[in-house]
């Protein structure tokens, strides 16, 4: 079964700095995405990483994944408050029955202030 | 983008009613879907695997009598809520995944459910 764990789960910042926040999963997975969620909305797609050291930048967040180490990266880059959000990652489940399935990390509520 | 669209987008029944919730992609076909519960800052949890044709898949812990799917078409798939009571209340997602995206999944823009 595919565990997924993020850190940290919440996270305040200044405007200006800078963070990574963490997303550890337990088995084999090929592909990981990322998804922002604002409050009582619903998911919106950040980055879809689909090999080892993909490495995908949008403004300023760049995410990264290290599929031999079960690990991917969300940074944050010069932080400001439209940033504040919760954020998800998603590893793939690749394996027999579960093929498609996303198992969703905690999620980390991210909140920018002056 | 892929789009997916849900409907209702918040509904509130009384305890004991059935409530249905669709689920369509609107520009691609999507042979599977996926439901989600969400309660209040928690993250997403899969319910069930909905297949075009065929039964859903329900997550250990679902109860597929509580929670009906039917995936009626290539487009559209609904989740029916059976005898609501309050602890049904939550915020439920659908999600349909694109093949050659990288089998991204679009997700829908969600039903607030409240049980009263």
């Known amino acids: ?114 | 983008g892929a789009v997916v669209s849900q409907h209702p987008s918040r509904v509130i029944c009384k305890s004991g009613t059935s409530v249905k919730i669709e689920c369509r992609s609107l520009d691609f076909q999507a042979t599977t879907m996926f439901w989600y519960r969400q309660f209040p800052k928690k993250s997403l949890m899969l319910m069930a695997t909905s297949n075009e044709g065929s039964k859903a898949t329900y997550e250990q812990g679902v109860e597929k009598d509580k929670f009906l799917i039917n995936h009626a078409s290539l487009t559209l798939s609904t989740l029916t809520v059976t005898s609501a009571h309050p602890e049904d209340s939550s915020f439920y997602i659908c999600s349909a995944p694109r093949l050659g995206e990288g089998y991204e999944q679009y997700f829908g823009p969600g039903t607030r459910l409240t049980v009263t």
């Open chain 1, 1 to 114: 079964e595919l565990k997924v764990e993020q850190n940290p789960l919440f996270l305040s910042m200044q405007e200006g700095k800078n963070y990574t926040i963490y997303c550890n999963y337990s088995t084999t997975s090929d592909r990981l995405y990322w998804y922002r969620q604002d409050p009582g909305k619903s998911l919106e797609s950040l980055f879809v990483l689909l090999s080892n050291g993909a490495v995908k930048q949008e403004g300023r967040l760049m995410a990264s994944l290290d599929t031999k180490a079960r690990l991917s990266t969300l940074h944050i880059t010069a932080a400001v408050h439209d940033l504040s959000a919760t954020y998800f990652c998603a590893p793939f489940n690749a394996g027999g029955t579960s093929y498609g399935k996303l198992t969703f990390g905690q999620g980390t509520i991210l909140t920018v202030h002056p």
